[in-house]
């Protein structure tokens, strides 16, 4: 059996879960069926719970600290996993609140969001924090190498 594309995982999971319970017994009895969909009804509100959360939570962040921001992402991305959902279809990176973005920086790498102290999230995951000052250096010793 395979998973066609936008097949919510807990529906492919139910189906296989059904699938060895039939195989067990002559009859599959409407108990068994009750009995894992309401594992799975449960499961879905508590990841929908779970989603509308962290999207609350990314929405009021306080611009204080990349990593707390960097870590709500990370929770995102899993809830988001779990549901067979794409990050896009439900976030919009532009939407985060930061500080100015480094114009002298913003040509040569992609920043997400930029806190307080400067500290930049970067990385096409929004998976890294790098200080705003060695991002600069950074960028300089790539230009500086290929202008060699």
Not at 79 to 104: H, Q, R, S
Not at 106 to 134: E, H, R, T
Request: glycine share 4%; net charge neutral.
């Amino acid at each position: 059996m395979f998973l066609a594309e936008g097949t919510n995982i807990f529906l492919f999971i139910f189906m296989i879960m059904a699938q060895e319970e039939k195989n067990k017994q002559d009859h599959f009895s409407d108990e068994v069926y009750d009995e894992i969909g309401k594992a799975l009804i449960g499961e879905l509100d508590r990841l929908d719970f779970e989603l509308e959360k962290a999207l609350k939570q990314i929405k009021e962040w306080n611009r204080q600290d990349a990593k707390e921001l960097q870590n709500l992402i990370k929770k995102l991305n899993s809830i988001m996993e779990k549901l067979g959902y794409e990050m896009n279809e439900w976030f919009d990176p532009a939407k985060i609140p930061t500080y100015d973005l480094p114009e002298d920086l913003k040509k040569y790498i992609k920043i997400w969001a930029v806190d307080s102290k400067g500290n930049c999230l970067v990385g096409s995951k929004m998976d890294k924090v790098i200080p705003g000052d060695k991002l600069r250096k950074l960028v300089a010793n790539k230009l500086k190498e290929k202008s060699k």
